[in-house]
């Protein structure tokens, strides 16, 4: 099976989010097209860890995740056995119930940001030296099992939405200025989630939650 690790907002913390994606208007319709104008690199979903899943937004500027389907992402651990799978959970499960409850909001936005990467992100500020710590942990958690751990940085982001052929640099620039204008509600990271990706058959779902682990109180 294929596990991760990810942080899970509360759903109104997450529709609040959405909310906040303006929809695109008829001034970006014939902008010219992003490509060439934004940082990016060639390739699509070389950040699989954070990818959502899509339904396409109006006019297709933005592939946008279902709100059932968002989360943060910590790390992927690849495919790990039934056996493999239990010792992990053990490991981070104890690990969880020593670290600190951020308290977070959501506020900035960004896109675009780092190699192969195509999303439009949300970011979090708060404790997010707690939340460093929560992010950094997790994987240091796995490698003193000896198991395959995703080495790329942790980012207390969330995707909001992939680009798409369509998406124009004016509309993207809307975007992120719509989520650098956002003061949202503060909420606590309580806990850390241990997720399964699904079977390629299993239709459009992204992942299935396999344990939720709580985290100390201050």
Do not use: C
């Not at 389907?69 to 969880?96: C, H, W």
């Not at 052929?165 to 309580?190: C, F, I, M, R, S």
């Amino acid at each position: 099976m294929r596990l991760f690790a990810a942080i899970v907002p509360p759903r109104a913390v997450l529709e609040e989010v959405a909310r906040a994606v303006p929809s695109p208007s008829p001034s970006t319709d014939s902008a010219p097209p992003r490509r060439g104008l934004f940082r990016r690199s060639a390739g699509r979903g070389a950040h699989t860890s954070g990818r959502p899943v899509h339904v396409t937004a109006p006019n297709d500027e933005l592939d946008l995740p279902d709100v059932d389907q968002m989360y943060i992402p910590i790390t992927s651990f690849g495919n790990v056995t039934l056996g493999d799978s239990r010792k992990l959970a053990n490991a981070m499960r104890a690990e969880a119930a020593t670290w600190r409850r951020p308290e977070v909001r959501f506020h900035g936005g960004a896109a675009l940001e780092f190699s192969g990467d195509e999303s439009v992100w949300a970011k979090l500020t708060g404790d997010i030296d707690d939340l460093m710590t929560i992010g950094r942990g997790v994987p240091l958690v796995v490698q003193r099992l000896g198991f395959f751990v995703d080495r790329r940085q942790f980012r207390p982001w969330l995707s909001v939405g992939t680009i798409t052929d369509h998406t124009t640099a004016p509309y993207l620039e809307t975007v992120v200025a719509a989520l650098d204008a956002l003061e949202g509600e503060q909420w606590t990271v309580d806990s850390v989630w241990l997720m399964q990706r699904p079977p390629e058959s299993s239709g459009p779902l992204e992942f299935l939650p396999m344990e939720q682990m709580p985290l100390a109180g201050h």
